[in-house]
């Protein structure tokens, strides 16, 4: 068997132009043009990148982009006085700030001054509190993304049985509270799981969000099983030329393709989706601050 490829990024471009549309809708019929602020602290070039991609995504599908670029050696106060800003900045529908942010930080305390209407990457309590009971608002943007990759592959996700690797409040556990209201049987395993390969062999979703290069190799995924891969590590990659790295996921995906019945790739597969469905997540916000219904279709 030769897994099929799930283009994430053939996803993503369809999402957004779906944005796009919401977002000319809002201004036309109720004057609402919606607006993301993105915080960076420091200079890590990774977080720069990925920066300026959401800015530039957000401009695209024609929402406001509020970047902010604040010295590594930012005062906690000063930035939890930003925040306070962007609270009450009415032409703010989305806050997300940039992690990790620098050590003298504690991000705890910047994620618990995010006004919650506005928190689009779901880190606040409230908005983890409102995934668990199924409240409407927004939800973790990378699991989101696996979610609407894994229903249109399968359709129905009923009585499947899905394991999740990773136990991390930015994907393992919003994963399975999202697989769980779809009626899946969800597990959600670890690397100190006992056994875990034998565990992985009986899911019929494997999303590997373990942070491990490789770690999960061709011989433990279930034949036909459906593989989602949110790792994005860097490895050596000699062929290229001394020094030189390359992308690679948690799962061996050339060995899990052969058993697979699908399988997303690295890069392209989940990546592209987080920030297509963080800019859902900002119409969302938007909608529901103006008292409207967020719409249907985006994270259908």
């Known amino acids: 068997m030769t897994a099929k490829i799930i283009d994430g990024k053939h996803f993503a471009e369809d999402l957004r132009g779906r944005i796009a549309g919401h977002v000319a809708r809002l201004k036309a019929a109720h004057g609402i043009t919606p607006g993301l602020a993105v915080v960076i602290v420091g200079e890590d070039p990774a977080s720069q990148v990925y920066v300026s991609s959401k800015a530039k995504q957000t401009a695209e599908v024609g929402m406001n982009s509020f970047k902010h670029e604040l010295p590594a050696d930012t ?12 609270n009450a900045d009415p032409a703010v529908h989305g806050i997300l700030v940039q992690m990790p942010v620098p050590k003298h930080i504690d991000p705890n305390k910047v994620i618990e001054a995010i006004d919650p209407a506005k928190d689009v990457d779901c880190f606040t309590p409230a908005n983890v509190g409102k995934v668990q009971i199924g409240l409407p608002g927004p939800v973790s943007c990378t699991p989101l ?9 399968l359709v129905s996700l009923e009585g499947k049985h899905a394991v999740i690797i990773g136990r991390s409040n930015l994907v393992g556990k919003p994963m399975a509270q999202l697989l769980l209201r779809d009626n899946c049987t969800v597990t959600v395993a670890h690397s100190r799981t006992k056994d875990l390969a034998d565990v992985v062999r009986q899911a019929d979703i ?4 373990v942070g491990r290069p490789q770690m999960i190799k061709g011989d433990w995924i279930k034949p036909g099983a459906v593989v ?4 994005i590590n860097r490895i050596p990659a000699p062929e290229k030329g001394e020094g030189k790295t390359r992308l690679v996921g948690d799962v061996d995906t050339q060995a899990a393709a052969k058993v697979a019945s699908a399988i997303t790739p690295v890069p392209g597969g989940v990546g ?19 008292g409207l219904t967020p719409p249907g279709d985006l994270t259908a």
């Open 228 to 231: 989602v891969d949110v790792g």
């Open 272 to 290: 592209p989706m987080t920030i297509a469905c963080l800019l859902a997540n900002t119409i969302t916000t938007a909608s529901l601050m103006s």
């Open 75 to 86: 005062p906690e106060a000063d930035l939890l006085a930003l925040i306070q800003q962007l």
């Open 145 to 153: 993304g696996c979610l609407m990759l894994l229903r249109d592959e």
């Open 206 to 209: 494997v999303v590997a969000a």
